[in-house]
C-alpha cells in the first residue's frame, strides 16, 4: 500500500505563487515515477507534471512549461509542485499520483495510486 496526501493549497491572488507537497507513507517513492494532475470545475482531468524515479527526467504539459516546476526529495518520501504566475483558469483540485513502474508519464491510467487532492483558487 501507498498513501499519498496533498498539501500546500489554498487560495492565491493572480499572479502569485504556491508550492504543492506530495508526502508519501506505506513505501519509499524511491522506486516510483510520480506525477501531478489537476481537475477544474467541470472540466476533465488533465495532465500537469511528472518525474522518473531518480527525479532526472521530467516532462510537464504545454500549457504550463516555464510556469510550474516538479521536483523530488526521495529522503523526505515527498514530491514538490512549484506554481508561479498563476492565473484564475490554475484554479482547481491538484492530486499527485504514484506509479510503481519508475516512468515519466503524462497518462493518468497509467499511475497506481493516487492522493485525495488539494485546492488551489486563485482569485483575487
Known amino acids: 500500500q501507498v498513501q499519498l496526501v496533498e498539501s500546500g493549497g489554498g487560495l492565491v491572488q493572480p499572479g502569485g505563487s504556491l508550492r504543492l507537497s506530495c508526502a508519501a507513507s506505506g513505501r519509499t517513492l524511491s522506486s516510483y515515477g510520480m506525477g501531478w494532475f489537476r481537475q477544474a470545475p467541470g472540466k476533465e482531468r488533465e495532465f500537469v507534471a511528472a518525474i522518473d524515479r531518480s527525479g532526472g527526467i521530467t516532462a510537464y504539459a504545454d500549457s504550463v512549461k516555464g510556469q510550474i516546476t516538479i521536483s523530488r526529495d526521495n529522503a523526505k518520501n515527498t514530491v514538490y509542485l512549484q506554481m508561479n504566475s498563476l492565473k484564475p483558469e490554475d484554479t482547481a483540485v491538484y492530486s499527485c499520483?504514484?506509479?510503481?513502474?519508475?516512468?515519466?508519464?503524462?497518462?493518468?491510467?497509467?499511475?497506481?495510486?493516487w492522493g485525495q487532492g488539494t485546492q488551489v483558487t486563485v482569485s483575487s
Open positions: 499520483a504514484a506509479d510503481r513502474a519508475g516512468w515519466v508519464s503524462s497518462r493518468g491510467y497509467e499511475y497506481d495510486y
